[in-house]
């Protein structure tokens, strides 16, 4: 599976969006790039994944570049409650083959 | 409500004892995972099976040992052999064929003195 490249931590008011950056210049065609989030002491919670095309559910938005290098997150509206440690992993989307966590980005949602 | 109970949340032994801990998940999950996760580190995989009574080691197995004997359970034994067991332990579940979603556990923390 690619490596992934994220910053060790971030800052975000209350209200504002978040924007995590995730460096992935290794990532070959057919992978995904995935987002799980851990808020303190509890275990992982996906959060959207995507391929090519930019992705929106509930939680946030999903940014790929054209050329799949890079990509970003985007929560819209940031609460308090979004202070998390945020992963972006990149792998094969074939049968179940692990999650390989980094280190994520740290992101505090400061009022 | 279907999800994946992990127990006990917390769970203290003394050095050279073997520990087990539980993983019951009632998602009907063909896949089931073992994730630890020491202080400020990202997680890091033990064991994994995708399917009954067949399990595949991870990048960190040694020291620990799996059972797969039914669908909705997944037991992890630190061994005393684990030189380091002090951790965050997570399990987690996806079904086959469609894994992008992995649900983890609440987690076990284990500590050993």
């Known amino acids: 599976d690619a490596k992934t490249t994220q910053p060790p931590s971030m800052d975000c008011a209350e209200g504002r969006a978040a924007n995590l950056p995730c460096n992935h210049s290794t990532i070959s065609g057919n992978e995904y790039v995935y987002w799980y989030r851990q808020i303190h002491s509890q275990g992982p919670q996906y959060i959207i994944h995507?391929?090519?095309n930019n992705e929106t559910n509930e939680m946030a938005s999903l940014i790929i570049t054209e050329d799949r290098k890079s990509s970003t997150l985007i929560l819209p509206h940031a609460t308090l409650r979004d202070t998390a440690v945020y992963y972006c992993?990149?792998?094969?989307?074939?049968?179940?083959?692990?999650?390989?966590f980094g280190k994520g980005t740290r992101l505090s949602v400061i009022a | 409500d279907g999800g994946i109970t992990q127990s006990p949340k917390y769970l203290f032994r003394k050095e050279g004892q073997n520990v087990t801990l539980s993983c019951e998940q009632n998602?009907?999950?063909?896949?089931m995972y073992w994730y630890r996760q020491d202080p400020g580190q990202g997680l890091r995989l033990i064991y994994y099976?995708?399917?009954?009574?067949?399990?595949q080691k991870g990048d960190i197995a040694e020291g620990y040992s799996v059972s797969r004997e039914k669908k909705e359970s997944f037991p992890l034994t630190v061994t005393s052999a684990q030189k380091n067991p002090t951790a965050f332990y997570l399990c987690?579940?996806?079904?086959?064929?469609?894994?992008?979603?992995?649900?983890f556990g609440p987690g076990t923390r284990l500590t050993v003195t």
């Open positions: 995507g391929l090519k």
């Open positions: 987690a579940s996806s079904m086959y064929r469609s894994s992008y979603e992995q649900y």
């Open positions: 099976s995708q399917i009954v009574n067949d399990f």
């Open positions: 992993i990149v792998r094969f989307d074939s049968g179940n083959t692990p999650l390989v």
């Open positions: 998602l009907n999950h063909d896949a």
